[in-house]
């Protein structure tokens, strides 16, 4: 990855699942590529912007899926809430699209920020946590 990216993965985001490792790398890498469009002359922005958006949260929804289904199946007690951030975080984001694709007041680095600081806090906080119980799981004897 580019040192000279916005966001740099670092192994101390690393969840110890490679599924959601390489997941949580693309979710970085499309947040790059936004942070990128947002750097470009106007009609630029509006285009690639747009483009870029539009992967960036279908991947999210991708991904959060995933990792709901891992936490389903290894009965994770604190699903619920998990997910809750999930949905939480993909309305704030759905409204903030609508907001640029209507034309209405929207900061495409700003919105960019908010994706990085968002998925960061994530995975080192609540995405470690369910990383500890799987690890307890796999470690715990028969």
């Known amino acids: 990855m580019n040192e000279n990216a ?13 599924l959601i490792d390489d997941q ?69 984001v759905l409204e903030d699209v609508k907001e640029f694709e209507e034309g209405k007041k929207f900061i495409p680095n700003v919105f960019v920020r908010y994706l990085k600081d968002w998925i960061l806090a994530h995975i080192a906080v609540e995405d470690k946590k369910y990383a500890e119980y799987i690890l307890r799981l796999k470690n715990r004897p028969n």
């Open 6 to 18: 916005f966001v740099v993965w670092d192994d101390r985001y690393s969840v110890g699942i490679q």
């Open 24 to 92: 949580h790398k693309k979710l970085i890498e499309l947040t790059n590529d936004l942070y990128d469009a947002c750097r470009e002359g106007t009609e630029a922005v509006a285009a690639h912007f747009r483009e870029a958006i539009h992967g960036t949260v279908a991947y999210v929804k991708y991904h959060f899926a995933a990792e709901e289904k891992l936490l389903e199946q290894v009965k994770y007690p604190d699903f619920a809430v998990h997910k809750k951030e999930h949905e939480s975080f993909v309305i704030k």
